[in-house]
């Protein structure tokens, strides 16, 4: 199995936007369904009501479909990529524990947990002069190293700013409010953080240069 850091060129195959969106999105969009529409899949399938309320279904509807996700991504691209695989790992693992403890709290702290990750990653790596953002898409973007250490750092602080986010949410509003921001809060804030990293991005693009 191959990560995406590491491809064999002749094997590498890039999915298309639309499928890749799907990929991505599609797990987050059951998982709002699955607890908006908890009840009435109990009724339809008794085996996900003992399950217990619509969060413990959604749960288990998350863990199934992140597993598909990722497996229809390997067989499309034979590789897959890091960090949707850290994600679904930490989803497969705090989804279990929410299930088995009969208790919302982990599956709710799973992005918490996520973003620590991959904000301790990134900016720990700048520690040792390494910027690892650059080893996960340096196949989309070929920038230098002063523009992978400066989008390094702003990724890095971005995660942390995610697990407040996270933390603050689930904390202060209902289970339901959660899951509709989880799903409809946090990617709308990722792609707006994204395109102001466009600017950064083209001021340091080894392509720009060379054209």
Known sequence: MEFEHEPNAADRRELAPFPKLVLELGPLVLFFF??????????MFPALGELGGPIFIATAVFMVAITASLFVSYVL????????????????????LTLWLHDELFIKLKPTIVNLL?????????FFKKSLLGYVF??????DDDGWRK????????????????????????????VSFKVFGIMPITVAFTLFQLPLIQRHSLDQEKG
Do not use: Q
């Open 34 to 43: 699955a607890n908006a529409r908890g009840e009435m899949l109990a009724e």
């Open 77 to 96: 691209t034979k590789r897959l990529p890091v960090m949707p695989v850290v994600s679904g790992v930490v989803v497969l693992v705090f989804g279990a």
């Open 118 to 126: 991959f904000g301790s990653i990134l900016l720990g790596g700048l």
């Open 138 to 143: 340096d196949s989309v973007f070929h920038l």
């Open 151 to 178: 989008l390094t750092f702003r990724w890095g602080v971005f995660f942390f700013v995610l697990a407040a986010l996270n933390e603050f949410v689930w904390r202060s509003f209902s289970t339901d409010f959660w």
